[in-house]
Nanobody, 128 residues
Framework: QLPLVESGGGSVQTGGTLRLSCTASGYSLNDYCLAWFRQGSGKEREGVVQ???????GYADYIRGRFVISRDSAKTTLYLQMNALKPEDTATYYCAARPCNIITRMRRPPEVRKYNAWGQGTQVTVSS
């Protein structure tokens, strides 16, 4: 499994921005479909967004237009740009990966059961 490590979490006020990063030391992420999930206190882990290998994405409706997933050109880092943050976005955010075919197309939000490599999470806290 990939040794995924997230970073970039923190505390911001409503309307603020954060950019999360996810890397796997010593590994390229090029052969993987990648995703961001989040888990609020006392809640189940939920899918935020996923990306296939050719740039296709599937976003959860509640963050569409505010968050953007991307990869760097070297295919070593996954990002989640989070804008217009709300208190309800407070959660631990996890990146995840799974091997996938180049022809795989992402159009829907990610599902926990489909991913088999996970980071340890990074905390995002949004205050009102």
């Amino acid at each position: 499994q990939l040794p995924l490590v997230e970073s970039g979490g923190g505390s911001v006020q409503t309307g603020g921005t954060l950019r999360l990063s996810c890397t796997a030391s010593g590994y390229s992420l090029n052969d993987y479909c990648l995703a961001w999930f989040r888990q609020g206190s006392g809640k189940e882990r939920e899918g935020v967004v996923q990306a296939d290998r050719t740039g296709g994405t599937g976003y959860a409706d509640y963050i569409r237009g505010r968050f953007v997933i991307s990869r760097d050109s070297a295919k070593t880092t996954l990002y989640l740009q989070m804008n217009a943050l709300k208190p309800e976005d407070t959660a631990t955010y996890y990146c995840a990966a799974r091997p996938c075919n180049i022809i795989t197309r992402m159009r829907r939000p990610p599902e926990v059961r489909k991913y088999n490599a996970w980071g340890q999470g990074t905390q995002v806290t949004v205050s009102s």
